[in-house]
């Protein structure tokens, strides 16, 4: 799906100014020119029913909001990359909103984060408890380090 909306998205762009796009970007407009009408419909189809799956699964369980990392790592050591989307993918497949926050050093220094995914259509439900959760985050990484008790 992405692939197609970004070449129907950049046509008349990259029809004036294709010498000048990135070659991942001009990779990925052409891999979307290879992509019909068709196969696009059943894609938005098979995204509905991936929704609506995991609405019905939220709601069984109980589940207000879907906590998971933001990646599968601490952020890159350079500006090379962003690293991979993976830990992304579900849920923006999904049209789901999401919400990333900082959740404290990884053992080499670098950032972690905490991913919120919220329901469906409920962005603002989303900020709301994400404002929530990052205070206490940051209450958390402010504390004091907890010693050792005492042994027996």
């Not at 990884?106 to 469906?120: D, K, M």
């Not at 408890?129 to 050792?148: C, K, M, Q, Y």
Request: proline letters at 8%.
């Amino acid at each position: 799906m992405n692939r197609y909306e970004v070449a129907r998205a950049h046509a008349d762009w990259f029809a004036r100014f294709g010498d000048v796009y990135r070659p991942q970007t001009t990779a990925a407009i052409r891999q979307g020119h290879a992509i019909g009408d068709t196969d696009y419909a059943a894609a938005r189809q098979r995204r509905k029913a991936f929704r609506a799956r995991l609405a019905t699964d939220r709601a069984a369980a109980g589940i207000d909001l879907w906590i998971a990392p933001s990646a599968t790592g601490p952020a890159p050591a350079d500006l090379t990359t962003t690293g991979t989307s993976i830990m992304c993918l579900p849920w923006s497949n999904a049209g789901l909103p999401a919400v990333s926050l900082p959740a404290g050093p990884a053992a080499n220094g670098l950032p972690l984060g905490l991913q919120l995914i919220g329901n469906f259509g409920a962005d603002e439900d989303l900020l709301t408890a994400a404002a929530g959760i990052e205070d206490v985050l940051n209450a958390a990484s402010t504390a004091p380090p907890r010693t050792a008790g005492p042994t027996a």
